[in-house]
């Protein structure tokens, strides 16, 4: 399943270090997974995403989470104590 997931993201997901510092961005755009990410964390919905970003698409959109998921599973990068501790965790703007 997990290659499955990554053929949703591979084509879709890019990065280049000459936009937006090499943060990962949806193809042919600077729209950021970071950005998607934090769009939804706050409540927007996919549909609303969309209607302010009209030239993203919803399978750009589940991409950018496919992303997400496959660098999450692959990287463990929290530590225990930072969760209890709540440090460094309120990323919404």
């Known amino acids: 399943m997990e290659s499955v997931k990554k053929q949703m993201w591979k ?4 990065t280049n ?5 090499g943060k990962p ?3 042919g ?3 950021s997974v970071e950005l998607i ?8 919905s996919v549909a609303e995403f969309i209607e302010n970003y009209p030239h993203v ?7 950018a ?5 496959n660098v999450i599973r692959q990287r463990s990068f929290v530590r225990d104590e930072d969760i209890k501790k709540g440090d460094n965790l309120d990323i919404c703007p």
């Open 65 to 69: 989470l496919g992303f997400a998921a």
């Open 29 to 31: 755009t600077r729209i």
């Open 11 to 14: 084509n879709r997901i890019v």
């Open 57 to 63: 698409s919803r399978e750009d959109v589940l991409a």
């Open 17 to 21: 270090a000459e936009i937006l510092a």
């Open 37 to 44: 990410l934090d769009c939804l964390a706050s409540g927007w």
């Open 25 to 27: 961005v949806i193809v």
